[in-house]
């Protein structure tokens, strides 16, 4: 047997059996986040959030079963948090080589493997003999010795009881009276940029004290130092002058205030023709429309 082709057939097998570890990892894991999640009663939180509260009613059809909004939204939850669990727990897997793996569940084979897969394409009387007795030595190897069995067997049983339990724990509605919906509302709400919880410094809004004649506006001394500028190479003084706000009065002293004005002379009103007018009548209308007109004088 080819060197090279049982070392791919064995890492086919090998990521076939390590995708069988993660898929029972992450059932196993979700069970368990969901039967934690019903517990701690966050299906019925959603009612009380105002982006849910109008599909915390709805049920959907799944192959026949009829699935409340809230066990969809549990199942979402703990099926993306066993994800990351998941990932997490099998991020080394694809770290370990083939070639390793085979050489610990059969010391026979302990660095001649590695050396007969590293110099298959070296032809001489040395790598021919090592090539001839490792090919006769892998032939009694199978595939399946690279399954580690109670891997697989405690996933099963994990995912068995697992299940037991959340149907035992859904059915007889076991829920925690520590913890209330209310309070996991509250909770959610003090956390940072939740309903504008976010940290806003002290002097973002101030709001100017009368009582301090510092801060006051009436207060500020707009006609006291000199404030100069330079414009274009001129300078201009913005200093306001002393009684420039005297101009400004109050309503009512503005009403009591004696002001004379001489009225005009009426002039007599006449009627003036208009230097646009033309006296150039369509043909044969001349004499209608003028008695139009003269009749709409005298009303």
């Known amino acids: 047997m080819d060197v090279r082709d049982f070392v791919k057939k064995q890492e086919s097998a090998l990521r076939r059996y390590r995708r069988i570890y993660k898929l029972l990892d992450f059932a196993a894991i979700t069970l368990i986040l969901y039967i934690l999640l019903f517990y701690l009663k966050i299906d019925l939180v959603f009612p009380l959030l105002s982006s849910f509260e109008v599909r915390a009613e709805?049920?959907?059809?799944?192959?026949?079963?009829?699935?409340?909004?809230?066990?969809?939204?549990?199942?979402?939850?703990?099926?993306f948090f066993s994800l990351i669990i998941t990932f997490i727990?099998?991020?080394?897997?694809?770290?370990?080589?083939?070639?390793?793996?085979?050489?610990?569940?059969?010391?026979?084979?302990?660095?001649?493997?590695?050396?007969?897969?590293?110099?298959?394409n070296i032809n001489n009387l040395i790598v021919s003999d090592l090539l001839d007795s490792v090919s006769s030595g892998i032939k009694k190897i199978n595939s399946s010795s690279l399954l580690i069995k109670g891997k697989v067997i405690f996933g099963m049983i994990l995912i068995l009881v697992s299940s037991t339990t959340m149907v035992y724990v859904v059915q007889n509605d076991i829920r925690t009276d520590i913890i209330t919906p209310e309070d996991i509302i509250d909770i959610i709400n003090e956390l940072p940029f939740v309903n504008g919880n976010e940290d806003l410094p002290d002097d973002l809004f101030e709001i100017d004290d009368p009582g301090n004649e510092e801060r006051s506006p009436g207060n500020e001394d707009l006609t006291g130092e000199t404030a100069v500028i330079v414009v274009e190479g001129k300078e201009v003084d913005l200093t306001l002058p002393p009684g420039t706000g005297s101009g400004f009065t109050n309503q009512e002293e503005a009403d009591q205030a004696d002001e004379d004005f001489d009225q005009s002379s009426p002039y007599e009103i006449s009627i003036i023709s208009?230097?646009?007018?033309?006296?150039?009548?369509?043909?044969?209308?001349?004499?209608?429309?003028?008695?139009?007109?003269?009749?709409?004088?005298?009303?």
């Open 58 to 79: 709805t049920s959907y059809d799944i192959l026949g079963i009829s699935i409340t909004f809230g066990t969809a939204a549990l199942i979402i939850i703990a099926a």
């Open 89 to 120: 727990l099998h991020l080394g897997d694809d770290r370990t080589k083939v070639l390793l793996l085979l050489e610990n569940k059969h010391p026979e084979l302990r660095e001649r493997l590695r050396t007969a897969y590293d110099n298959a």
């Open 274 to 299: 208009s230097p646009t007018y033309n006296e150039k009548l369509p043909q044969g209308y001349e004499s209608i429309i003028r008695s139009y007109f003269e009749e709409m004088a005298k009303k």
